[in-house]
Nanobody, 124 residues
């Protein structure tokens, strides 16, 4: 049974940093591209970042480029999202997702497995 469990969310002031983690089990992570998405109240789920199975390719939403960094450790079955220079508009529930592919996907519909999310709140 595939499980993705996010952690590391919390309340932070604008300009601060958080590091989200996604622990994967029930799959061989090195076969999967991974994505991070977020959903704010009343808004649709939106793409944040994605990383290829090897970590050699990454994509970011324009709104987070230069502030967020996605990385992975396949040996530990972990994926990370380092978030710096946080803004109030980054407030959302953050989800990690997995899809078995050798490319990188940026749409929610492409992903097969999802975590339950972790809340990130950025105060002004």
């Amino acid at each position: 049974q595939v499980q993705l469990v996010e952690s590391g969310g919390g309340l932070v002031q604008a300009g601060g940093s958080l590091r989200l983690s996604c622990a994967a089990s029930g799959l061989t992570l090195s076969y999967y591209a991974m994505g991070w998405f977020r959903q704010a109240p009343g808004k649709e789920r939106e793409f944040v970042a994605a990383i290829s199975w090897s970590g050699s390719t990454t994509y970011y939403a324009d709104s987070v480029k230069g502030r967020f960094t996605v990385s992975r450790d396949n040996a530990k079955n972990m994926v990370y999202l380092q978030m710096n220079s946080l803004k109030p508009e980054d407030t959302a529930v953050y989800y990690c997702a997995a899809v078995r592919t050798n490319t990188v996907a940026r749409t929610p519909e492409a992903y097969n497995y999802w975590g339950s999310g972790t809340q990130v709140t950025v105060s002004s």
